[in-house]
């Protein structure tokens, strides 16, 4: 399953940081999560507390912030939000395949006891490898995260 091998990477990353920081174990991971990331939020909710067993995160909540779809409309000359599931600017109607936000799968915070709500060095993508794709033309959205 997709999502299952995703929370495995996201529970060993933020592991090696809740580690790092010295922390016993993990309360809350905040994760940032793109309308076009192609992770399903309720697989992944599911899928997490397995992938936490045995971790520092068992008994780790997951939250998630759900990420709208942006796109970069070259006529107007600004970024747009489309209608959901569409690609075309919403004002002049122009298809993009250059999305400025909303591929999101990152970690934006996590919370351990006895510290700052937030670490915020553990600001580490989930998918730090593939930023590289980052290509225009990739307007499916669909990613290999985690494979
Ligand atoms: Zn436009």
Known sequence: MHELSIALNLVEIVEEAARRAGAECVVAVHLRLGAMSGVVREALEFCFPLAAQD?????????IEMVPLVLACEPCGREVRPAKGSFRCPFCGTPSAQICQGRELEVSGIEVPDSEPTV??????????SEMDDRPGTADGKRDVGR
């Open 55 to 63: 971790t520092l995160l068992a008994d780790a909540r997951l939250e």
């Open 120 to 129: 915020e060095e553990a600001e580490t993508s989930a998918c730090s490898g």
